[in-house]
């Protein structure tokens, strides 16, 4: 009976959370539907009370939200992350589905174990694995646009010397190249069609696309707007350059994985092993939390294992 309950608590928990990100998260499609839909030339209909003052109480929720939170500085922060993730959501959003996972791991955690200790954990870890998806999902787009730069590179190389001008060279971009270049490129082309000179629209994209690879082309394109020359030459000399050290930096992941994995596994298993043994056996491991001893030892033993992880990764990382 226990396990029924369980269950069913589980898959309410999961629909009740679906719905509400649906409704919440992708307010932009149903804008976008709405405003299609009320635009068409044969339709007359007008927008009916109820639907409007649900509309309202959306925004007054979204606004209350902003309100809430911490700042206009950290806003903006993370208002970036979010863009270069690629995520299709505001802040006050992502926020409030920080919150969300908070509340739904910690009561997961608690049903398990019946120790308010496990319900805060839990709301900790479901409060920050949000933002460390977030910040994954952007260090993968970052790397995949990184791979597609000398490509990209040399469909422009190949338009100018056909006789293409220089936004012309970016619309063959966006037809033969795949995201997140396809998408990037697009708006890039938007923000220069909409009235916006080359120069902000590039300090723009780079800004999107914190690439070391990316700011080096984008000088030279700017160094070549102001002293003239073949900009086709010099974009050619960057693949190269770009070509060179991505193949230098393939050759230094492989060789330091071995590491990098050690500091990942050495940093997980203490984690793991008391979460097991807890399960196994509670009363073996609970001494560490309610004596103090334990807890002393508790805490250098975290401690010894934050530092170990920092040093293992600046042991690894090489910059190219």
Known sequence: MKWVILSFFLVTSFIVFSILLNRLFFSQKRFEKRVQYYLLEDNEKILEKKNFNLLVQIQMMNRKIKKHLPSIKST?????????????????????????????????????????????IGGVCGYIFPKLLIKRKFH??????????????????????????????????????DSPIKEEITLL?????????????????????PSGDLELMIQ???????????????????????????????QVMTLTAQGRMSGMIIGLLPILLSFAIYFINPKYITILFTQRIGLIMVGMGIFSAIIGFILVQKITKIEV
């Open 76 to 120: 903006k922060k993370l208002e970036t992350l979010l863009n270069r993730a690629g995520v299709p959501l505001k802040p006050e959003e992502f926020v409030l589905f920080r919150w969300m996972g908070s509340v739904f791991f910690g009561s997961l955690l608690y049903i398990f174990s019946k120790n308010i200790l496990f319900f805060i």
């Open 189 to 209: 082309l938007k923000e220069m069609q909409y009235g916006g000179n080359i120069e902000e629209a590039l300090y723009h994209f780079q800004e999107r696309m």
């Open 140 to 177: 993968h787009r970052l790397l995949k646009f990184n791979e597609g730069l000398p490509d990209m590179i040399t469909i422009i190389v190949g338009s100018l010397r056909a006789g293409f001008s220089f936004p012309q060279s970016l619309k063959s971009v966006v037809e033969e190249s």
């Open 220 to 250: 030279a394109i700017l160094i070549q707007r102001q002293v003239g020359g073949n900009l086709a030459t010099v974009l050619e000399i960057i693949v190269q350059t770009i070509r060179d050290r991505n193949m230098i930096q393939r």
